[in-house]
């Protein structure tokens, strides 16, 4: 970052402005994420660098304070904290957040009459009017250009024109006439200079009257954020790419703004001081891989392909029995299926009875899958960033924490193309953050993890303790690329020993039949570890050095010996290595398992019939 971007005077700001209709995409995470690194950074050089959250909830219908809590829950998860904004207590007992500097509140919900004064002044100084068209009419406008092939834009109405209060149309809205407040778009064209993209020219004409505050009464987006950035002395916006056709309006509303003087009342006057323009970069937006936009409409359609194979594979399901059995609304389902609509509640209840994975696209999806913090923090920041450096090797550094990209952070290494999103390279991310872990480590980890997401297995976890649990995991972590990989790695060691259930096809391919080699694999491996001294006092290695041995005394193949002894261990074919399979299960509970598979393929065996 360039001196000339920055004055030392003030305290340079940064936001994260999310609209709490939902949980954190992982793009708004990559935002807030490279924000927050942006403010550190400052920090590190010595400015007074502040990272600020403001949840932009004026769209009522949509907007929840549980969406905003799991919104900041997420952000804190990431480890991302913030100076200014709500405030949160995490898990550990630390708050993040406050109104150090006085500028709250942060829920624009909670700031009407703010917005309001602003307005009124706007209307006063004839730099915006009521417009009382109906939702109809303007939709009938707006068909008609579009059946000419023309843009649409809001004609100015003769009456108004730019610093000339409109009384008339003013005393009409006092009197409770249906309305929304449109702005007075100066003739001229707007210039956005941005730190990423340079200046970004757009001619005059080409944004109309827009509105900045609807008939219910809440100012729109555009209204609020440049209030609000100017408000809370916001001196960089940073965003992604898809807001930089609204920049011109922002542009234009801080050119016809100055303050209140008591931000709360028009009628106070202006103090003449004129809203500054802060510095933007935007930043690249997101795509899947395939150059599609990520978005969470992506879920929908995953659902929707794997339900329509279904109906075209299985001729006895019907879309209405299906809508019918998970309580859905049969049109909206037949809707979603022809893809008039993207309801993410479909999408989720249909995923969940057909066990159809959806792709994972907020932040949350990653925690329930088992995604550690660190790995996609470590992904995101390379997502139209980079910090060009170079390893001892001279390859690019890749693999790093927040704390070196808070380190590194600048924005003139923010890129202008799009990145793409490789879930491929995430989950190597993720694989690589939990193989760095250690042992203990490991298992608070998923201890942790289990227990939101996973009751069931977390209580079969619980049971396994000591040097047994160490063993496990030992043993599992280098099978686990997610957390959620555990559940099923791990579940040879939570089954009961007199409860394994042997796969009988399982039993056959590892010849386990009375009399047949994997049989007798397994009674001698049985005589083996009888021998052995209690489980934590022997090498795991020796018991896989035995079964090298027993494989090449008698001429077999390893498989043909170690398949049939980790059936007998494990009722599966896939398990980690069988001497860490002795040291998680221990000697007595190795032994009871041989047994009970070498009595049950008596029962089983075809040959005992
Ligand atoms: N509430 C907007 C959003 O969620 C914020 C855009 C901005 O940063 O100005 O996209």
Known sequence: MTAQHVNAAQPIVTRFAPSPTGHLHVGGARTAMLCWAFAQNMKRQGFDGRFMIRIEDTDQARSSDESAKGILDDLAWLGITWDDGPTL??????????????????????????YNAYLEHLVRCGRAYPA????????????????????????????????????????RAKSGEPHVIRFVMPPTGITVTDLVLGEVKFAAGEVDDFVIRKQ??????????????????????MRAQEHLINTPKHVALQGALTRLKNDRDATSGSNGQPFRVPQYAHMPLIFNIDGTKMSKRDKAKAARKALKDLLTKDKTLTADAIASDLKLDAKLLADFIAAENDSL??????????????????VWDYRKSGYLPHAITNFLSLLGWSPGLKDEQGKDIEKFDLSFLSQHFSIDRLGKTAAKFDRVKLLSFNADAIAALADDAFDRELTNWANQWEPTFAQRLKHIDGQRRAALMRACKPRCKT????????????????????????????????????????????????ELPAAGTFEPTSIDAWIKSYAETNQLKMGDVAQPIRVALTGTTVSPPLGDVVSVLGISGSLTRLDRCLSTCRTLAPASA
């Open 345 to 362: 509640d479909i999408a989720q209840a249909v995923a969940a009875k057909f066990n159809i994975p959806l792709p994972e696209i907020e």
């Open 132 to 171: 009382f068209e109906t939702s109809d009419q303007l939709n009938a406008d707006r068909k008609a250009a579009e059946a000419k092939k023309q843009t649409y834009k809001y004609p100015r109405p003769s009456d108004v024109q730019l610093g000339i209060f409109n009384e008339q149309r003013w005393a």
């Open 483 to 530: 957390l959620r990989d555990a559940v099923k790695v791990m579940d040879f060691a939570l089954t009961r020993d007199d409860q394994v259930a042997f796969d009988p096809a399982a039993v056959a391919k590892a010849n386990l039949f009375a009399g047949a080699t994997g049989h007798t694999s397994v009674t001698k491996f049985r005589a083996m570890l009888t």
């Open 216 to 237: 219910d009464g809440f100012p729109t987006y555009h209204f609020a954020v440049v209030i609000d950035d100017e408000l809370m002395g916001v001196t960089h916006v």
């Open 89 to 114: 207590t995490t898990p550990a007992g630390a708050t993040i957040g406050g109104d150090s500097r006085n500028v709250g509140p942060y829920f624009q919900a909670r700031r009407i009459d703010i």
